[in-house]
């Protein structure tokens, strides 16, 4: 392999070939970027579920995808199929994948309406916290493969190998909010470790529903500002009061530099480095040092080889809650010190709210985007800065800059941390 | 050949209704006799499952908060996960639990059957069932319970617990979950992109929300306990499940050489796949996937769910491929542990391995054993889909050849 094809420590170099994404501003990157650049928010009253008696009554679902059945499996099956569609046709490639397949997925359960239509056909109760006795002898009587296939954490990857021919078992993980970004980083370590030339990275998340945002809400993680929707999301400013449940999906082609070139692929951008880190605090709570935070970005930069200085842009995790905000604020200053000024730091969260499951990877197709382009998406919902967040957000409007290296973080649940730098297509 | 980078089993951390730790299972897997199943058939009827044994875990979760922030599902696989870091000697080194990478094969956490009840029969008086949802769901659910059911927290609580924060992944997937995970530690450690992973997975049988998963195809062994190779389809056929809890430490050999750590067995293959496994398929595959597997001295763990027809096919690839080997089937002795079954059989794999276990039968279709094997073999059919198949050697002890790399 010559040079040009291996990183600072002889590894392979990764090629983004292809990407797809679904947000609530539409399908397509297409439309997503118009929308992004244009500081367009895809927040919404939730209609998918009546909402009057709850104190979150907005979202960024994505109710234009036409599915099946109403459950979690199909909208993020549907969501990541046409992802990947869009994301295989821009690669250029046809037929079988022939590749592994990291797909992040959210944690899925039956659906209410499944629970609901088992009780109306099983037995009466005979005591109380008796319904699944109940359900049992139901399925006994009568199987329901449907009921099955909708609570099964392997279905989503099973569908997308067989429509896409990937090679081997697929890997389906959650990593909380950072599994977009984890499923990137798994996609990048196969080929780096020589057990194939091309991985396809999938991120999806279909899964909201009403317990999903009671679970949310009841940990106080969800912004209550309600009216007017699209005003809710608004990271690093003081009003801020938390993230804005969302939708969306998003694929990566990754091939080997050099397998790219050799098929005559567009080299989009380079997947540099990954880096990630375990923190040990809270369940849900971020170290309030951020030392997590900074590990795994350092981590990234360090497997990127790249300087803090060489770092144009952040695409931030940029929740919009009041502590990640700070934290995320607080783990950049220590990485890039006085340099932070001079960086601009944008949250997609701000027009799309947060997609869970996906935001990895939209973000990461986001961040690619930018590079490409030569855009900043703006952190739109600025209008009141929090004065302990000295940042250049890109305030409300799009920026014209050429950047060549972006920094995307992702930050989850149970200590969750991943961070990608993804670098101009080596010219 | 040794090599720098092979992967080696340093720790195991397993439970199951056999008992805590590695102890009871080496006893296990070296008594001149079947192993005496414990099966509860009582609690869960017409469902039995294999329960856990008694446990006391504050051994391995000191704190009753932590305790507190679970429910047994997440007990038990931050529970074995300390039992593989003790075993490996590396509980109380915070440098190498600082730098240690995690990969957890999870399911999902327990429902609260009372609220889901609770909601259920209401539901049944009413014809407004989603504004009922939300009302009953704003004021009934635990938020911690919340914390308790996802994935992903079972690999969180271990940071919290143990420590473990080099990094945290959790794979899911049903049995393919666990499959993945040995099988990224393993290439990982291989292409020295980790030095140390802790892996595994746990399941908690004792649910009537797993069951009801398994009896949505009717897939559910019924009735009596009965043993695993003639289980039939219909009345009494299928899957019993087990309350299981697998963990292993895997370090490079360098690794753990350079801190003179116990080596169980070193991993020479693992890989998983999927797929039709209409006309002889599955089968193929299968051959793909040991094509590592040595012919002689070699064991099988088996790790066949239950489930007749594929049980039976499993049963005649392996007398196939590997018409030699004596084939132990585990969830016969302790039930299916789905997630955490693959993970199982390698800790199975490896205490034998360096037990030099002559292995007794599980089943009375097993035959016996006269030799210690060298080689174990180590299989997981999904239920519903997906394979895996890992191959271990028996570790010759230190010293006794160079590294070669």
Same mark, same amino acid.
């Given at each position: ?9 002889? =590894? ?17 990157l297409q ?8 500081? !367009? ?18 979202? /960024? ?11 979690? $499996? ?23 994948f ?15 309406s ?57 890997v ?29 990275? %999938? ?7 009403? &317990? ?15 009216d007017?929707?699209e ?59 951020? /030392? ?25 995790h ?12 607080g783990?950049?200053?220590? !990485? ?16 799309? @709210? ?47 800059a ?10 989850g ?14 010219a | ?22 102890a009871?299972?080496?006893?296990l897997?070296?008594?001149?006799a ?7 058939t009582? =609690? ?6 294999h ?10 979760i ?14 038990? @696989? ?24 995690m ?12 609220v ?42 271990i ?9 945290? =992944? ?17 290439? =990982? ?21 797993i ?20 289980r039939s389809?219909?009345? /009494? ?6 309350? $299981? ?11 753990? &050489? ?15 796949d ?8 599955l ?7 040991s ?15 239950g ?5 039976a ?12 080997a ?5 969830? #016969?002795?302790?039930?299916? @542990?789905?997630?955490?079954?693959f993970p ?14 002559? %292995? ?36 010759? #002890? ?8």
């Amino acid at each position: 392999m010559s040079d040009a094809y291996r990183d600072h420590l002889g =590894r392979p170099l990764i090629a983004v070939t292809g990407m797809g994404v679904i947000t609530s501003l539409g399908q397509g990157l297409q439309d997503n970027w118009a929308a992004l650049t244009g500081g !367009v928010s895809g927040i919404h009253k939730i209609t998918r579920f009546p909402t009057d008696s709850l104190s979150t009554r907005i979202c /960024g679902t994505v109710d234009f995808i036409d599915v099946p059945n109403e459950n979690s $499996v199909e909208r993020s099956y549907a969501m990541a199929r046409e992802t990947t569609l869009e994301a295989l046709a821009q690669a250029g490639i046809s037929g079988d994948f022939d590749g592994p397949l990291f797909l992040a997925a959210p944690p899925i359960e039956p659906e209410w309406s499944a629970r609901f239509a088992l009780a109306d056909r099983s037995p009466p109760s005979e005591q109380p916290a008796d319904a699944y006795n109940r359900f049992l002898a139901a399925m006994r009587q009568k199987a329901d493969p449907v009921f099955y296939e909708a609570a099964l954490f392997g279905a989503i990857s099973e569908r997308l190998s067989d429509r896409f021919g990937t090679r081997g078992l697929p890997v389906t993980l959650s990593t909380a909010c950072a599994s977009g970004a984890t499923a990137i980083q798994l996609g990048v370590e196969a080929i780096r470790q020589g057990r194939t030339t091309r991985a396809l990275t %999938v991120a999806t998340d279909g899964s909201v529903s009403a &317990e999903a945002l009671i679970r949310f809400s009841l940990l106080s993680a969800l912004s209550t500002q309600n009216d007017p929707p699209e005003k809710a999301s608004k990271p690093f400013t003081r009003d801020r009061d938390g993230f804005v449940i969302a939708e969306g999906a998003a694929t990566l082609v990754l091939e080997s530099l050099e397998a790219a070139i050799a098929r005559g692929a567009k080299v989009l951008g380079i997947l540099k480095g990954c880096g990630e880190k375990a923190d040990l605090f809270h369940r849900t709570r971020s170290s309030p040092d951020g /030392g997590p935070a900074i590990a795994s970005i350092r981590a990234a930069l360090a497997d990127a080889g790249i300087a803090e200085s060489d770092i144009g842009y952040v695409n931030a995790h940029g929740t919009s809650t009041p502590e990640n905000d700070k934290m995320e604020y607080g783990a950049m200053s220590a !990485v890039f010190g006085e340099g932070l000024a001079r960086i601009p730091v944008s949250s997609n969260k701000s027009m799309i @709210g947060h997609t869970l499951t996906a935001a990895g990877a939209v973000e990461a197709v986001f961040s690619l985007q930018t590079i490409l382009t030569g855009t900043l998406p703006p952190t739109i919902n600025y209008q009141n800065p929090d004065p302990a967040i000295a940042l250049d957000v890109v305030p409300n409007v799009k920026r014209d800059a050429q950047v060549t290296a972006v920094l995307s973080n992702s930050f989850g649940f149970g200590g969750q941390n991943a961070s990608l730098v993804m670098t101009a297509e080596p010219a | 050949m040794k090599a720098a980078n092979d992967v080696v089993i340093t720790g195991v951390g397993i439970v199951t209704s056999q008992g805590v730790g590695v102890a009871p299972h080496i006893a296990l897997l070296t008594a001149g006799a079947p192993p005496a199943v414990v099966v509860e058939t009582e =609690r869960f009827a017409p469902y039995p499952v294999h329960p856990l044994p008694a446990i006391d875990w504050s051994a391995q979760i000191a704190k009753r908060g932590d305790q507190r922030q679970m429910e047994n599902w997440q007990r038990l @696989g931050v529970f074995s996960a300390g039992l593989a870091l003790d075993d490996a000697g590396l509980k109380d080194d915070a440098e190498a639990c600082g730098t240690m990478d995690m990969i957890v094969a999870a399911g999902g956490g327990e429902r609260d059957i009372a609220v889901d009840s609770l909601i259920v029969d209401e539901g049944l008086k009413r014809n407004d069932r989603e504004h009922l949802l939300n009302e009953k769901l704003t004021t009934e659910l635990r938020p911690t319970l919340f914390l308790a059911q996802l994935s992903n927290l079972m690999a969180g609580n271990i940071s919290i617990v143990h420590k473990v924060t080099g990094s945290s =992944r959790t794979f899911m997937g049903e049995e393919a979950a666990g499959i993945s995970a040995v099988e990224t530690a393993f290439a =990982r450690i291989k292409a020295g992109q980790s030095s140390h992973t802790l892996v595994g997975g746990a399941l908690s049988a004792e649910r009537l929300d797993i069951i009801l998963l398994v009896e949505a195809l009717q897939a559910h062994a019924t009735g009596p306990w009965r043993q695993l190779w003639s289980r039939s389809e219909g009345e /009494g056929g299928g899957i019993i499940l087990g309350s $299981v809890g697998a963990f292993l430490v895997l370090e490079s050999r360098e690794h753990a &050489e350079a801190r003179n750590a116990r080596i169980y067995a070193t991993i020479d293959a693992v890989g998983g796949d999927r797929g039709s496994r209409d006309d002889g398929r599955l089968e193929q595959r299968l051959d793909q996937l040991s094509t590592a597997a040595p012919a002689g001295e070699t064991i099988v763990f088996s790790g066949a769910s239950g489930l007749a027809a594929l049980a039976a096919r499993e049963r005649a690839w392996l007398e196939t491929r590997f018409p030699q080997a004596p084939v132990r089937g585990y969830s #016969g002795a302790v039930g299916h @542990g789905i997630e955490a079954q693959f993970p199982l059989g390698l800790a199975l794999a490896a205490l034998a391995l360096d037990a030099g276990a002559i %292995v007794p039968p599980f089943d009375p279709s097993e035959p016996a054993m006269t030799r210690a094997p060298k080689h174990a073999v180590v299989t997981t059919l999904g239920h519903g889909r997906g394979e895996g198949v890992a191959v271990l050697t028996a570790h010759a #002890g230190t010293g006794a050849e160079e590294l070669s790399s």
